[in-house]
């Protein structure tokens, strides 16, 4: 029931992403890839994924959740 954001990034000089500016762009099968890896990677064998996707987000979007990120975080530490 709590929000759990994945933020996914590479190195900015990297030629291989070279022409992908958002996830948007990225070739769908990666993007079921990625999914299908946050969907299952912390279940034991056998185990049934209790999570689910609700949605997938751009540059924008993640920009703003990583601030809010830093905010939350100083606000703890205070």
Known sequence: GEADD???AVVESDPYWDEIQDI??????YL???????LTYKLKPG??????IEETYGLREA???ILASIDDYKEFIR
């Open 32 to 38: 079921n890839r990625l999914e299908h890896y946050f």
């Open 24 to 29: 948007q762009s990225l070739p769908k099968v």
């Open 63 to 65: 920009k703003q959740v």
């Open 47 to 52: 185990e049934k994924a209790k999570t689910k």
């Open 6 to 8: 994945k933020i996914i």
